[in-house]
Protein backbone atom coordinates (compact mmCIF):
# COMPACT_ATOMS: atom_id res chain seq x y z
CA UNK A 1 0.00 0.00 0.00
CA UNK A 2 2.76 2.58 0.75
CA UNK A 3 3.69 2.70 -3.07
CA UNK A 4 -0.42 2.98 -4.05
CA UNK A 5 -0.73 6.67 -5.83
CA UNK A 6 -2.96 8.98 -4.24
CA UNK A 7 -5.97 8.40 -6.13
CA UNK A 8 -5.84 4.64 -4.79
CA UNK A 9 -5.14 5.59 -1.13
CA UNK A 10 -8.14 8.41 -1.10
CA UNK A 11 -10.46 5.35 -2.21
CA UNK A 12 -9.25 3.36 0.72
CA UNK A 13 -8.96 6.21 3.33
CA UNK A 14 -13.01 6.83 1.99
CA UNK A 15 -13.50 3.50 2.94
CA UNK A 16 -12.51 4.36 6.61
CA UNK A 17 -9.12 2.48 6.06
CA UNK A 18 -6.87 4.50 8.61
CA UNK A 19 -3.37 3.06 7.48
CA UNK A 20 -4.29 4.60 3.80
CA UNK A 21 -5.02 8.29 5.63
CA UNK A 22 -1.29 7.56 7.52
CA UNK A 23 0.66 6.88 4.39
CA UNK A 24 -1.16 9.64 2.56
CA UNK A 25 -0.36 12.18 5.55
CA UNK A 26 3.12 11.06 5.65
CA UNK A 27 3.70 11.57 2.18
CA UNK A 28 2.53 15.46 1.68
CA UNK A 29 3.17 16.48 5.31
CA UNK A 30 6.21 17.65 4.76
CA UNK A 31 5.14 20.00 1.35
CA UNK A 32 2.22 20.81 2.94
CA UNK A 33 4.04 21.87 6.40
CA UNK A 34 6.31 24.35 4.31
CA UNK A 35 3.79 25.74 1.30
CA UNK A 36 1.79 26.82 4.40
CA UNK A 37 4.67 28.20 6.13
CA UNK A 38 5.69 29.87 3.54
CA UNK A 39 2.07 31.49 3.01
CA UNK A 40 1.67 32.54 6.23
CA UNK A 41 4.71 33.12 7.62
CA UNK A 42 5.00 31.14 10.89
CA UNK A 43 4.99 27.77 12.12
CA UNK A 44 2.43 27.74 14.48
CA UNK A 45 0.05 28.68 11.98
CA UNK A 46 1.38 26.49 9.29
CA UNK A 47 0.81 23.24 11.90
CA UNK A 48 -2.94 24.30 12.62
CA UNK A 49 -3.70 25.09 8.79
CA UNK A 50 -2.42 22.01 7.48
CA UNK A 51 -3.88 19.69 10.82
CA UNK A 52 -7.08 21.09 9.76
CA UNK A 53 -6.76 20.27 5.58
CA UNK A 54 -5.77 16.73 7.03
CA UNK A 55 -8.73 16.53 9.12
CA UNK A 56 -11.40 18.13 6.22
CA UNK A 57 -9.37 14.81 3.85
CA UNK A 58 -10.40 12.33 6.14
CA UNK A 59 -13.74 13.38 7.14
CA UNK A 60 -14.94 14.50 3.62
CA UNK A 61 -12.61 11.22 1.92
CA UNK A 62 -16.20 9.40 1.04
CA UNK A 63 -17.41 12.53 -1.22
CA UNK A 64 -14.47 13.06 -2.58
CA UNK A 65 -14.63 12.16 -6.68
CA UNK A 66 -10.75 12.27 -8.61
CA UNK A 67 -11.90 15.56 -10.98
CA UNK A 68 -8.38 16.51 -10.69
CA UNK A 69 -5.10 15.37 -9.41
CA UNK A 70 -5.16 14.68 -5.48
CA UNK A 71 -2.57 17.37 -4.86
CA UNK A 72 -3.62 19.97 -6.89
CA UNK A 73 -6.99 19.28 -4.73
CA UNK A 74 -4.91 18.98 -1.25
CA UNK A 75 -3.00 22.05 -2.35
CA UNK A 76 -6.12 23.90 -2.75
CA UNK A 77 -7.84 23.01 0.51
CA UNK A 78 -4.50 24.50 2.57
CA UNK A 79 -3.85 27.46 0.28
CA UNK A 80 -8.02 27.91 0.66
CA UNK A 81 -7.68 27.63 4.58
CA UNK A 82 -4.05 29.98 4.57
CA UNK A 83 -5.69 32.76 2.74
CA UNK A 84 -8.42 32.47 4.76
CA UNK A 85 -6.52 33.07 8.17
CA UNK A 86 -4.56 35.73 6.80
CA UNK A 87 -8.28 37.56 5.87
CA UNK A 88 -8.69 36.81 9.90
CA UNK A 89 -5.61 38.45 10.82
CA UNK A 90 -4.47 40.95 8.40
CA UNK A 91 -2.19 43.15 10.10
CA UNK A 92 0.49 40.53 11.02
CA UNK A 93 3.70 42.34 11.61
CA UNK A 94 6.01 42.13 8.94
CA UNK A 95 8.71 41.10 11.89
CA UNK A 96 6.81 37.93 11.93
CA UNK A 97 8.66 37.43 8.17
CA UNK A 98 10.91 34.62 8.28
CA UNK A 99 14.49 35.16 7.63
CA UNK A 100 16.23 32.17 6.03
CA UNK A 101 19.59 30.72 7.25
CA UNK A 102 22.34 31.71 5.19
CA UNK A 103 24.74 29.10 4.06
CA UNK A 104 27.80 31.67 3.32
CA UNK A 105 30.76 30.97 4.87
CA UNK A 106 32.81 34.59 4.30
CA UNK A 107 31.09 37.55 6.63
CA UNK A 108 31.13 40.52 4.09
CA UNK A 109 29.32 38.22 1.59
CA UNK A 110 27.17 36.64 4.39
CA UNK A 111 26.07 40.13 5.20
CA UNK A 112 24.97 41.04 1.63
CA UNK A 113 23.08 37.79 0.94
CA UNK A 114 21.49 38.34 4.39
CA UNK A 115 20.25 41.98 3.65
CA UNK A 116 19.30 41.00 -0.06
CA UNK A 117 16.89 38.07 1.47
CA UNK A 118 15.89 39.97 4.19
CA UNK A 119 14.57 42.78 1.17
CA UNK A 120 13.30 39.96 -1.02
CA UNK A 121 11.63 38.41 2.26
CA UNK A 122 9.55 41.83 3.17
CA UNK A 123 8.76 42.23 -0.58
CA UNK A 124 7.07 38.73 -0.79
CA UNK A 125 5.63 39.58 2.43
CA UNK A 126 4.41 42.43 1.48
CA UNK A 127 2.89 41.39 -1.93
CA UNK A 128 -1.41 40.63 -1.41
CA UNK A 129 -1.97 37.45 -0.68
CA UNK A 130 -3.33 35.61 -4.16
CA UNK A 131 0.12 37.09 -5.88
CA UNK A 132 2.34 35.49 -3.46
CA UNK A 133 0.40 32.35 -3.77
CA UNK A 134 0.81 32.33 -7.17
CA UNK A 135 5.10 33.10 -6.45
CA UNK A 136 4.74 30.44 -4.22
CA UNK A 137 3.18 28.01 -5.84
CA UNK A 138 5.53 28.93 -8.73
CA UNK A 139 8.52 28.80 -7.00
CA UNK A 140 7.86 26.49 -3.58
CA UNK A 141 6.44 23.66 -5.14
CA UNK A 142 7.54 24.40 -8.81
CA UNK A 143 3.30 23.95 -10.58
CA UNK A 144 3.26 24.53 -13.68
CA UNK A 145 1.08 28.07 -14.82
CA UNK A 146 -2.28 25.73 -15.07
CA UNK A 147 -2.09 23.82 -12.16
CA UNK A 148 -1.28 26.67 -10.37
CA UNK A 149 -4.71 27.99 -12.18
CA UNK A 150 -6.80 25.12 -10.19
CA UNK A 151 -4.99 25.57 -6.94
CA UNK A 152 -6.10 29.04 -6.58
CA UNK A 153 -9.32 28.86 -8.21
CA UNK A 154 -8.84 30.78 -11.56
CA UNK A 155 -7.71 30.84 -14.79
CA UNK A 156 -3.98 30.51 -16.16
CA UNK A 157 -4.38 34.03 -17.99
CA UNK A 158 -5.47 34.84 -14.24
CA UNK A 159 -2.38 33.21 -12.62
CA UNK A 160 -0.62 35.27 -15.28
CA UNK A 161 -1.54 38.26 -14.24
CA UNK A 162 -0.85 37.57 -10.71
CA UNK A 163 2.59 36.46 -11.84
CA UNK A 164 3.28 39.39 -13.79
CA UNK A 165 2.20 41.79 -11.01
CA UNK A 166 3.98 40.37 -8.28
CA UNK A 167 7.46 39.89 -10.49
CA UNK A 168 7.20 43.24 -11.08
CA UNK A 169 6.57 44.77 -7.59
CA UNK A 170 9.47 42.21 -6.15
CA UNK A 171 11.81 43.84 -9.39
CA UNK A 172 10.56 47.16 -8.22
CA UNK A 173 11.40 46.84 -4.54
CA UNK A 174 14.69 44.83 -5.02
CA UNK A 175 15.80 47.73 -7.93
CA UNK A 176 19.66 48.86 -7.34
CA UNK A 177 20.66 44.46 -5.97
CA UNK A 178 19.15 43.21 -9.37
CA UNK A 179 21.18 45.63 -11.59
CA UNK A 180 24.06 43.76 -13.64
CA UNK A 181 27.45 45.50 -11.93
CA UNK B 1 -2.60 29.36 -38.83
CA UNK B 2 -1.30 31.94 -35.60
CA UNK B 3 1.14 34.39 -36.68
CA UNK B 4 3.75 35.42 -34.22
CA UNK B 5 3.60 39.19 -33.08
CA UNK B 6 6.20 41.56 -33.57
CA UNK B 7 8.94 41.49 -30.42
CA UNK B 8 10.08 44.42 -29.49
CA UNK B 9 11.46 45.15 -25.76
CA UNK B 10 7.96 46.26 -24.54
CA UNK B 11 6.59 42.75 -25.31
CA UNK B 12 9.93 40.97 -24.21
CA UNK B 13 9.63 42.40 -21.07
CA UNK B 14 5.77 41.31 -20.84
CA UNK B 15 6.36 37.91 -21.19
CA UNK B 16 9.64 37.57 -19.06
CA UNK B 17 7.23 39.00 -16.04
CA UNK B 18 4.37 36.05 -16.93
CA UNK B 19 6.83 33.00 -18.07
CA UNK B 20 9.91 34.41 -15.98
CA UNK B 21 13.44 34.39 -17.09
CA UNK B 22 13.60 29.78 -18.29
CA UNK B 23 12.68 30.06 -22.37
CA UNK B 24 11.94 26.89 -21.92
CA UNK B 25 8.92 27.57 -19.71
CA UNK B 26 7.34 29.77 -22.56
CA UNK B 27 4.81 29.35 -25.12
CA UNK B 28 6.59 28.11 -28.42
CA UNK B 29 5.42 31.04 -30.74
CA UNK B 30 7.46 33.80 -29.31
CA UNK B 31 10.53 31.74 -28.06
CA UNK B 32 12.28 32.24 -31.40
CA UNK B 33 11.51 36.08 -32.02
CA UNK B 34 12.91 36.26 -28.27
CA UNK B 35 16.11 34.54 -29.10
CA UNK B 36 16.71 36.89 -31.93
CA UNK B 37 16.15 39.96 -30.31
CA UNK B 38 18.13 38.75 -27.39
CA UNK B 39 20.89 38.52 -29.47
CA UNK B 40 20.63 41.53 -31.51
CA UNK B 41 19.58 43.65 -28.58
CA UNK B 42 21.56 44.28 -25.76
CA UNK B 43 18.50 46.17 -24.03
CA UNK B 44 16.78 42.69 -24.01
CA UNK B 45 20.19 40.99 -23.13
CA UNK B 46 20.19 42.95 -20.00
CA UNK B 47 16.49 42.51 -19.35
CA UNK B 48 16.89 38.81 -19.43
CA UNK B 49 19.94 38.81 -17.07
CA UNK B 50 17.77 40.89 -14.60
CA UNK B 51 14.77 38.53 -14.94
CA UNK B 52 17.51 35.61 -14.11
CA UNK B 53 18.76 37.35 -11.36
CA UNK B 54 15.42 37.84 -9.74
CA UNK B 55 14.56 34.26 -10.78
CA UNK B 56 17.62 33.11 -8.94
CA UNK B 57 16.87 35.32 -6.04
CA UNK B 58 13.34 34.07 -5.73
CA UNK B 59 13.76 30.60 -5.82
CA UNK B 60 16.91 30.10 -3.67
CA UNK B 61 14.74 31.73 -1.01
CA UNK B 62 12.25 29.47 -1.37
CA UNK B 63 14.13 26.27 -1.21
CA UNK B 64 15.97 27.24 1.66
CA UNK B 65 15.12 26.35 4.72
CA UNK B 66 13.80 29.34 7.11
CA UNK B 67 14.93 30.06 10.76
CA UNK B 68 14.43 26.98 12.74
CA UNK B 69 16.46 23.89 13.29
CA UNK B 70 15.27 20.58 10.88
CA UNK B 71 14.66 19.08 14.92
CA UNK B 72 11.97 21.76 15.21
CA UNK B 73 11.07 21.13 11.93
CA UNK B 74 10.45 17.24 12.21
CA UNK B 75 8.92 17.95 15.76
CA UNK B 76 6.43 20.11 14.48
CA UNK B 77 5.67 16.98 11.51
CA UNK B 78 5.98 14.73 14.87
CA UNK B 79 3.15 16.95 16.49
CA UNK B 80 0.88 16.72 13.34
CA UNK B 81 1.12 13.60 12.58
CA UNK B 82 0.71 12.36 17.13
CA UNK B 83 -2.48 14.78 16.35
CA UNK B 84 -3.99 13.26 13.83
CA UNK B 85 -2.95 9.65 14.32
CA UNK B 86 -5.18 8.93 17.54
CA UNK B 87 -8.93 8.74 17.61
CA UNK B 88 -10.16 10.53 14.02
CA UNK B 89 -13.51 12.16 13.77
CA UNK B 90 -16.43 9.70 12.13
CA UNK B 91 -16.41 10.71 8.33
CA UNK B 92 -18.92 12.32 6.94
CA UNK B 93 -21.39 9.76 5.04
CA UNK B 94 -24.98 10.98 5.36
CA UNK B 95 -27.26 10.26 2.33
CA UNK B 96 -28.78 14.34 2.45
CA UNK B 97 -25.07 15.76 1.63
CA UNK B 98 -23.49 12.68 0.10
CA UNK B 99 -24.53 14.37 -3.05
CA UNK B 100 -22.79 17.78 -2.77
CA UNK B 101 -19.34 17.76 -4.84
CA UNK B 102 -16.00 17.24 -3.26
CA UNK B 103 -15.46 21.10 -4.64
CA UNK B 104 -17.70 22.44 -2.32
CA UNK B 105 -15.44 21.07 0.75
CA UNK B 106 -12.71 23.53 -0.35
CA UNK B 107 -14.58 26.32 0.54
CA UNK B 108 -14.79 27.75 4.11
CA UNK B 109 -17.51 30.33 4.49
CA UNK B 110 -16.67 31.17 8.06
CA UNK B 111 -14.88 34.55 7.37
CA UNK B 112 -17.90 35.51 4.70
CA UNK B 113 -20.52 35.72 6.60
CA UNK B 114 -20.55 39.02 7.57
CA UNK B 115 -20.70 39.77 3.69
CA UNK B 116 -23.71 37.18 4.14
CA UNK B 117 -25.57 39.01 6.45
CA UNK B 118 -25.37 42.46 4.68
CA UNK B 119 -26.13 40.21 1.43
CA UNK B 120 -29.29 39.00 3.10
CA UNK B 121 -30.46 42.16 5.19
CA UNK B 122 -29.60 44.62 1.73
CA UNK B 123 -32.29 41.72 -0.20
CA UNK B 124 -34.56 42.24 3.10
CA UNK B 125 -34.60 45.65 2.40
CA UNK B 126 -34.80 45.63 -1.17
CA UNK B 127 -38.16 43.21 -0.41
CA UNK B 128 -39.79 45.96 1.86
CA UNK B 129 -39.30 48.76 -0.85
CA UNK B 130 -40.57 46.72 -3.19
CA UNK B 131 -43.76 46.17 -1.24
CA UNK B 132 -44.33 49.56 0.02
CA UNK B 133 -45.19 52.38 -2.49
CA UNK B 134 -43.26 54.90 -3.15
CA UNK B 135 -43.50 57.76 -0.78
CA UNK B 136 -40.85 58.40 -0.26
CA UNK B 137 -39.25 62.62 0.34
CA UNK B 138 -37.36 62.71 -3.02
CA UNK B 139 -39.83 61.41 -5.08
CA UNK B 140 -42.77 63.66 -3.07
CA UNK B 141 -40.47 66.21 -4.14
CA UNK B 142 -39.98 65.55 -7.52
CA UNK B 143 -43.95 64.86 -8.72
CA UNK B 144 -44.51 68.26 -6.92
CA UNK B 145 -42.30 70.34 -8.30
CA UNK B 146 -43.25 68.75 -11.88
CA UNK B 147 -46.71 70.53 -10.48
CA UNK B 148 -48.57 66.67 -10.43
CA UNK B 149 -49.02 63.94 -7.83
CA UNK B 150 -47.89 60.97 -7.42
CA UNK B 151 -50.03 59.10 -9.61
CA UNK B 152 -49.18 61.75 -12.47
CA UNK B 153 -45.57 60.81 -12.27
CA UNK B 154 -46.58 57.18 -13.38
CA UNK B 155 -48.87 58.34 -15.61
CA UNK B 156 -45.89 60.40 -17.27
CA UNK B 157 -43.91 57.28 -17.49
CA UNK B 158 -46.58 54.99 -18.47
CA UNK B 159 -49.47 56.22 -20.25
CA UNK B 160 -50.20 55.29 -23.19
CA UNK B 161 -49.80 57.23 -26.52
CA UNK B 162 -53.07 58.74 -27.48
CA UNK B 163 -52.95 58.30 -31.16
CA UNK B 164 -51.71 54.54 -30.95
CA UNK B 165 -52.66 53.67 -27.79
CA UNK B 166 -49.31 52.12 -27.14
CA UNK B 167 -47.26 52.35 -24.19
CA UNK B 168 -43.84 53.68 -24.09
Same mark, same amino acid.
Given at each position: ????????????????????????????????????? &?????????????????????????????????????????????????????????????????????????????????????????????? &?????????????????????????????????????????????????? | ???????????? #??????????? =??????????? #????? =??? /??? #????????????????????????????????? #???????????????????????? /?????????????????????????? /?????????? /??????????????????????????????
Amino acid at each position: MVEASDEDLMVAIARGEQPAFQILMRRYLPRALGLAR &RILGNDADAEEVVQEALLRLWVHAPRWRPAAAFRTWFYRVVVNLCLNRKRRAPFAALDDVEEPIDPGTDASVEFETRQTEGMLAAAIAGLPERQ &RAAIILTYHEGLPNAETATVLGTSVSGVETLLVRARRSLRKALGPVLEIK | MRKALAMNIARF #RRLLDTYGSDL =SRWPPLPVQAA #RRLIS =SDP /VAA #RELAIARHLDALIAGYMQREPTGTAQARDATAQ #RTLAALGGALPPQRRHWMTGWLPA /VLLEFDFAPAWPRMAALAGIAGLGFM /VGLSDLNLPG /VRGMAASSGGTDSDLSMIVFDQDPLSGLRP
